[in-house]
Each structure stands twice: as structure tokens, then as C-alpha cells.
């Protein structure tokens, strides 16, 4: 049977850590340096997933855009967003104006993609001790919720971690799985 293709975006300031929880989940690698994306990277991987409410696997092609995360870049970021099925919509949990800024990318995405789906990564966890986690994830909940379609939107939100691999298979396989229902 033939792979269905879906197009999924990354979404975030710099320096969260949207390509290298890339890196990890296609190459099942990690690095610390740190090289700026400039404009888009598309990366592709096929995984098998199994459809929402069934019990039917589906091998789904991903086409990974991972977007430039710099403010200059907001004006053209729709023409990259159009035709995504999904969005990984990742923060780094040291920084928490990445926090603040969630809605800012939930939102762009909704107004290009109306009906896509979005996850929300909270990367860089092994950098944050176990308590302080939960209260950063529920600051980003507060934060989510302020915004009248994220309820809708946002399927879930994952505390990640690149450097570890925490979290990282589950947030591409959920949101490949949303995207084929």
C-alpha cells in the first residue's frame, strides 16, 4: 500500500530546539551546537501509525517543514504554513518568554491552516528539574487556554527533550496519526 503524504510544520522562536528534536526523531541523534535555520529546512520520514477510533495502520510519509524562528521571518512564514496538516508548536522550557509567545504561533498557524492540529513541545526538559516542570507545563496551559481556538487546536502538550529523546517519537507519531483521521 502506498504511503499518504502529510506536510507538518515547526513552530517557535530560536533557539527552542525545533531542529534538533528533528535531528533526534529522523536520525536519532543530538548536538549541542547550535546552527540557526535560516528560512526552511524540509525533512522527510515514513512511520506507520495507527488511525485515530481504528485499529488500521497507515504508513504516512512526513514532510517535516522546520521553520525559521526569528520575528523578521513572520511576514512570509503563511506562504511556508499552507497545505500543513499539523504543527509541533515547541517552547524551551529555560526560557519562559517562549512560553508566553505559544499563542502568538498557535495562532498564525490556525489563521493559515483552519481545520490543522497542533502539539505543543516543551523542549530542553532535562535542563529543568522534575518539580519545576509542572509548574512551567501548567504556566503554558494558562497560557494556551487564553487563546478561544486552542481548545480545538491543540491535541496535546509534551515536556521533551531533544538531547534525551523524551517524549520526541510520541509527539510526531500522535500528530501523524491526528493528521490522517
Known amino acids: 500500500m502506498a504511503a499518504i503524504s502529510k506536510k507538518m510544520c515547526m513552530i517557535g522562536d530560536f533557539g527552542v530546539g525545533k531542529t534538533s528534536l528533528i535531528r533526534r526523531f529522523i536520525e536519532r541523534e543530538f548536538s549541542d551546537q547550535y546552527l540557526s535555520t535560516v528560512g526552511v529546512k524540509i525533512s522527510r520520514k515514513t512511520v506507520e501509525v495507527e488511525r485515530v477510533n ?103 502538550t509534551y515536556s521533551t527533550s531533544a538531547k534525551t529523546g523524551v517524549h520526541v517519537d510520541e509527539i510526531f507519531h500522535e500528530l501523524a496519526a491526528r493528521m490522517i483521521r
Open 54 to 156: 481504528t485499529t488500521e495502520i497507515v504508513t504516512v510519509q512526513l514532510l517535516i517543514w522546520d521553520l525559521e524562528g526569528h520575528t523578521k521571518f513572520k511576514a512570509i512564514a503563511p506562504s511556508y504554513l499552507q497545505g500543513a496538516s499539523g504543527a509541533l508548536v515547541v517552547a524551551d522550557l529555560t526560557r519562559q518568554e517562549t512560553l508566553e509567545r505559544l499563542p502568538e504561533h498557535i495562532k498564525l498557524f490556525s489563521s493559515v491552516n483552519a481545520k490543522g492540529s497542533v502539539i505543543v513541545a516543551l523542549n530542553k526538559s532535562d535542563l529543568v528539574e522534575e518539580d519545576k516542570i509542572a509548574k512551567l507545563n501548567d504556566l503554558s496551559k494558562e497560557v494556551i487556554d487564553s487563546l478561544p481556538t486552542a481548545k480545538e487546536r491543540v491535541l496535546a
